[in-house]
């Protein structure tokens, strides 16, 4: 399973994306998939389920903001509790 740390630009989603590949989380920049944007085009960081908590908190750590974080599960996603 996947999780989804959404981001409304492409900076700050790589931003993201080298914070947590300093920490040994793998993850990858990827476009949102629609139906996780809020507003127009966005970005996320896609990372397996497991290293979602470690990933919030190296970005809370780092302070570089995201928006919601969501995880899939099959064809669905729902909002991850953080």
Partial sequence: MSAY???PTLLQAQRG????SRKGIPAQVVKAPRSLEEKGCAYALRLAEKWRGDA???LS???IRHGRVFVRRGEKYREAEE
């Fill in 5 to 7: 740390i959404v981001f």
């Fill in 17 to 20: 994306f080298y914070a947590v």
């Fill in 56 to 58: 919030v908190a190296c």
């Fill in 61 to 63: 750590d780092d302070r």
